[in-house]
């Protein structure tokens, strides 16, 4: 058969049938979500929901009656503006991760009684500010309280509470509670971690607005503007021992400190 009479291959046969080629994207899709969801398949799905109201401001444990020594940075003048609160906003999240992260991250990994004794009593010797010492024990109490009510499908808290109580044993700080019921609600170290920065976060921010120092709208921009440095904040000190718990903004205590002598105040702390 001459060249030119040849039969020619269907160039069509080269390009994948089109079911095939949408298989393969599914496939890829379920291997990528198992691969999300790994961590997921034994959480109960109804336990979600309270962990999103952990985090809901609505949840009455009495963050917004503390200003994280913002009050306090304004009446000195260190905070005058909305440049200045985003410079003392990160380094309170800078602050926050370096000291308080090693702990939400050890009650979450281990959230049994006798760990949350221990870490509770490792960090009342480490806060030396007092109004910061008051202020972690006031939010921690009511946190553990509010939270032995609602999360009724975790009777282990409100038997933990109950144990601790009036006995003396705890102080009840605010760390390592908050780790104690995410580790119990199922939820995972690193999204803990993430969730107190962001609770941190938001509520100073909602003191700034309620201090007139920045509107609601730019309460809202600031936060997402800051929310790139909380997460490289989180990923600088998460995962570590409480061995390593340290203060990386002493200025910032030192104003906290002082919020007492104000002669005029709207926050407690």
């Known amino acids: 058969m001459p060249f030119s009479q040849k039969k020619k291959k269907n160039p069509r ?13 599914m496939e890829q899709d379920l291997v990528e979500t198992e ?16 962990q999103w109201q952990l985090l809901d401001s609505i949840l009455p444990t009495g963050g917004f009656a503390h200003s994280f020594g913002l ?11 909305p440049d200045d609160l985003q410079t003392f906003v990160i380094h ?3 602050n926050t991760g370096s000291l308080l992260l090693p702990f939400v991250y050890s009650a ?23 109004v910061g010492r008051k202020a972690s024990v006031s939010q921690g109490s009511s946190l553990m309280r509010v939270a032995a009510s609602v999360f009724t499908e ?5 038997s933990m509470r109950d144990v601790c109580i009036g006995s003396g044993v705890v102080s009840f700080h605010h760390a390592p509670v908050f780790g104690i019921i995410c580790g119990l609600l199922g939820m995972d170290s690193g999204t803990s971690q993430r969730a107190y920065i962001f609770m941190t976060m938001r509520d100073v921010i909602s003191a700034a607005t309620r201090l007139n120092l920045v509107g609601p709208l730019g309460a809202a921009v600031l936060q997402h503007r800051v929310a790139s440095v909380a997460e490289s904040m989180v990923k600088k000190w998460m995962d570590r021992s409480v061995e390593d718990a340290c203060q990386t903004a002493p200025l910032l205590d030192t104003f906290q400190g002082c919020h007492t002598y104000l002669f005029s105040r709207l926050f407690c702390s």
Do not use: H, Y
């Open 13 to 25: 046969r080269l390009i994948p049938w089109k079911g095939d080629l949408v298989c393969f994207v």
């Open 35 to 50: 691969k999300r969801t790994k961590r997921e398949i034994n959480i109960d799905p109804s336990l979600q929901w309270s």
């Open 71 to 81: 009050e306090a940075a304004i009446q000195a003048r260190l905070v005058s503006g």
């Open 92 to 94: 309170l999240l800078e």
């Open 108 to 130: 979450t990994m281990n959230p049994t009684l006798d760990n949350w004794q221990k870490l509770d009593r490792i960090l009342d010797a480490t806060l030396s500010n007092e």
């Open 154 to 158: 975790l009777p282990s808290l409100k």
